[in-house]
């Protein structure tokens, strides 16, 4: 069953997905890449491609860039429907085990429970980027 996805968007109507996506540069293709695999799979990706963090509804998409960055998307199943959809929350990296920002999983929490709140003002359908 292929799952929707869904990007987070801010009180001003950014798609912050998109934007976190754009500087991602030549590592965009690795990360459309991912979210191809989570569209088709979903929670059943291998754990060094989608794992679990601190917060317990929190997920990150692992992939590599090219500058010894490891990207960590932070999103989470749902939240309105849990058995069919994905929503992106926040873009962040490691660089030397260290996430950046540093309580990413905790700042996407608080991101899920807008979209709870008013999912139709606070996400939109994922948009690649060209």
């Not at 060094?48 to 999103?75: D, E, N, V, Y």
């Not at 608080?110 to 359908?125: E, F, G, S």
Request: aromatic share 6%; hydrophobic share 35%; glycine share 6%.
């Amino acid at each position: 069953m292929p799952y929707t996805l869904w990007d987070y968007v801010d009180e001003n109507g950014v798609n912050t997905i998109k934007e976190w996506a754009r500087g991602l540069g030549s590592d965009r293709a690795k990360f459309e890449n991912k979210l191809n695999m989570l569209r088709t799979a979903g929670a059943d990706l291998p754990p060094k491609i989608l794992s679990r963090t601190h917060s317990a509804h929190i997920l990150k998409l692992r992939f590599f860039g090219l500058a010894q960055i490891q990207w960590r998307p932070m999103l989470c199943k749902g939240p309105i429907a849990n058995d069919s959809e994905f929503t992106l929350l926040l873009g962040a990296h490691e660089k030397g085990s260290k996430l950046n920002p540093v309580d990413a999983d905790h700042k996407a929490e608080k991101l899920r429970q807008k979209v709870l709140a008013n999912p139709p003002a606070r996400r939109r359908l994922h948009e690649r980027n060209s």
